[in-house]
């Protein structure tokens, strides 16, 4: 079992803010691309530099032996995969499908069954590291699947990022994500909090973010969003209304382990406020706003 830039054709289902950029390490790593977007002019660029455009998922599944995922919702993994006209019935037999969306554990357990019967290879594997790590493809790609699955395609996860961990079966990619977002849920509280008291103390906060942003305090958020938010910039490298789904499904498996999360609730409760004001398509850093 084993592909190569040669064996390999990959479909890419999903070029929003971060498919974009993967599909183009992709290409730029010498693999054949196609893609599917439901918006089809958000493909314009990538089709200019090579991809080929389908109409259709299942037509894409049909013609590719490798697909990729990255979409918004559960809902849209669901329908993407599972669907009367989805990829895994449309899918040739051998392929790997991998679901890189934040989604549900249950929900990848689902698509592997339901693979697997069929004769193809499924993994979830989320990512973090926001729109600079897509387009560096420097991301961090959490892996769940069985292990000679995760062998054979590794390769590819290596066009994409480069701290690729293989966490365990079905369903521990996602898993793993959602420690992900728990821990930036409540460190992204502390950094708002932070900049806005240095703000209130009359510090120039970008001097402030050179003492604290190495010492005990640091983080990916502190150094990459707290800039932006000095900055006024809140436009997204991730959504807000994406980080509040990640949010309710950590919520939600948490509640399913017997686990209390009081720093998810409390960020998920302070990202409900920011879109009810029509923030939702905003970037997670436009929390800042409720503090200034």
């Not at 590719?64 to 849209?76: F, S």
């Not at 701290?163 to 930036?184: D, E, L």
């Not at 958020?221 to 789904?245: D, Q």
Request: with cysteine; hydrophobic share 40%.
């Amino acid at each position: 079992m084993g592909l190569t830039k040669e064996t390999a054709r990959i479909g890419f289902i999903g070029t929003g803010v971060m498919g974009q950029s993967m599909v183009r390490n992709l290409i730029k790593a010498g693999y054949e691309l196609h893609v599917y977007s439901r918006t089809k002019s958000k493909t314009d660029e990538l089709v200019a530099l090579g991809a080929k455009w389908h109409d259709t998922p299942a037509e894409l599944a049909r013609e590719t032996n490798v697909v990729i995922t990255m979409v918004g919702y559960p809902h849209d993994v669901e329908e993407i995969y599972l669907g009367e006209a989805g990829v895994v019935r449309h899918a040739q037999p051998g392929a790997y499908l991998i679901d890189m969306t934040t989604s549900s554990p249950s929900l990848a357990r689902r698509i592997e069954k339901e693979a697997a019967l069929r004769g193809c290879h499924s993994l979830d594997a989320p990512v973090s590291g926001g729109d600079v790590g897509a387009r560096e493809a420097r991301l961090s790609i959490m892996v769940g699947g069985e292990t000679e699955v995760f062998d054979a395609v590794k390769p590819i996860f290596e066009a994409l990022g480069t701290n690729i961990v293989h966490q365990g079966p079905a369903g521990a990619g996602q898993h793993t994500k959602m420690c992900n977002q728990i821990a930036i849920a409540s460190n992204m509280i502390g950094v708002c909090e932070a900049l806005a008291y240095a703000k209130k103390a009359g510090l120039d906060q970008a001097t402030v973010l050179k003492s604290i942003e190495t010492g005990a305090a640091g983080s990916w958020s502190l150094s990459n969003l707290g800039p932006r938010m000095i900055a006024g910039n809140f436009e997204p490298g991730f959504y807000i209304k994406h980080f509040i789904k990640d949010l309710g499904i950590a919520l939600q498996a948490a509640e399913e382990m017997g686990l209390e999360t009081h720093g998810v609730k409390l960020a998920k409760s302070l990202y409900g406020q920011l879109a009810a004001h029509g923030k939702e398509d905003k970037g997670t850093q436009a929390l800042y706003t409720l503090y200034i």
